[in-house]
């Protein structure tokens, strides 16, 4: 979560709004149902409710974004991404629709919605192939829709969520340089924009609390992400998107014990998961064996470093978790080090 764009996702994850549907109430609950499925990490029943509205609804571009979404939640999840092609096809398919919708009537939000939505989705995912270019005007493109958006309806207070959360992570990133005059600071306008989308928007409390939550981590303000993550994790404890939100916030925090027992139960979780590459279970036995280090635990430290780099990990995973395996040696050596120092 290190980028523009990876927080863009995260904001956006599938639980975009259907605030004032032009659905039938039937429709908006069965959205919310399949919105539901995924943040329990229940991913084909999401499929098969989002597949059902495009059959009803081909002409519309929700079916498909939802579908999409599902399936890139479904490959952040594993860090496997087997369903990119699919994934691929969805939002292309949403964008089309959006955009014919537009020629009809031009005053609709929603179609504009849709499509900018579909263009941060697919920005990451750029992001994820390290196609950085793309990835950059596909979130540029997204977001003025959303602009789109709220320029046809000042009240369309959801959309503030994504592009406040783009004027905060821009700067965020660019802050070395915002002392140029072309180049304007907007965190603060960032963080009010978000929390406006909280106050006044219709079905963003849960994603915005999320994404709330990781502006203020960066922004420094720990104790205030903190709360917001575990309002989000009490709500749904099973949810994997959640724990992450919650554990890194711990762990920055340097609330060793809390980060040491989120990690724990999130690697329960990850190792029981039917396909595992090995890519998220890196992470957890990293970061906790950087915690044991900390506690001066060396030889547990050391274990774990090369429990990681004992992984049987395919080429491609092999390929993206590098710059982990690296920590992993430097803590191995590092505590092999003061193993010796002390024997």
């Not at 005007?137 to 959801?158: C, M, P, Q, T, W």
């Amino acid at each position: 979560m290190n980028t523009i764009i990876s927080h863009l996702t995260l904001l956006l994850f599938p639980l975009i709004i259907w605030a004032r549907t032009p659905f039938a109430p039937a429709v908006q609950q069965q959205v919310e149902l399949g919105i539901e499925k995924t943040i329990r990490n229940d991913f084909a029943g999401a499929e098969a409710l989002f597949r059902e509205l495009i059959a009803a609804y081909p002409d519309q571009p929700a079916g498909y974004f939802y579908l999409g979404a599902t399936f890139q939640a479904e490959m952040l999840d594993a860090e496997q991404y087997d369903r990119l092609k699919e994934f691929q096809e969805a939002m292309e398919r949403c964008i089309e629709v959006a955009k014919a919708l537009q020629e009809r009537d031009g005053s609709d939000p929603w179609p504009y919605f849709f499509e900018g939505s579909a263009y941060l989705y697919r920005s990451f995912m750029d992001s994820k192939q390290k196609k950085m270019l793309g990835a950059y005007r596909n979130a540029v493109r997204g977001v003025h829709r959303l602009e789109k958006v709220i320029e046809l309806d000042s009240a369309f207070y959801d959309a503030y969520l994504g592009v406040g959360s783009f004027k905060y992570w821009k700067s965020s990133k660019a802050k070395a340089l915002t002392w140029l005059p072309f180049i304007s600071d907007e965190r603060r306008r960032g963080i009010e924009m978000v929390q406006i989308a909280l106050e006044k928007g219709n079905f963003v409390k849960l994603v915005g609390r999320d994404q709330l939550a990781w502006m203020l981590l960066d922004a420094g303000r720990t104790e205030e992400a903190l709360e917001l993550a575990l309002q989000n994790h009490r709500l749904y404890p099973e949810s994997r998107f959640f724990r992450w939100t919650l554990v890194e916030i711990y762990y920055r925090g340097e609330r060793w014990e809390e980060a040491f027992q989120a990690y724990g139960e999130l690697l329960q979780m990850v190792r029981a998961l039917p396909q595992n590459n090995h890519y998220n279970e890196i992470t957890c036995l990293l970061r906790l064996g950087e915690i044991y280090c900390l506690q001066g635990e060396f030889e547990k430290s050391r274990d774990l470093a090369l429990e990681i780099l004992r992984l049987p990990l395919d080429p491609q995973v092999r390929e993206r978790a590098k710059p982990k395996l690296k920590q992993a040696l430097e803590l191995q050596k590092r505590c092999a080090e003061e193993l010796a120092r002390a024997g």
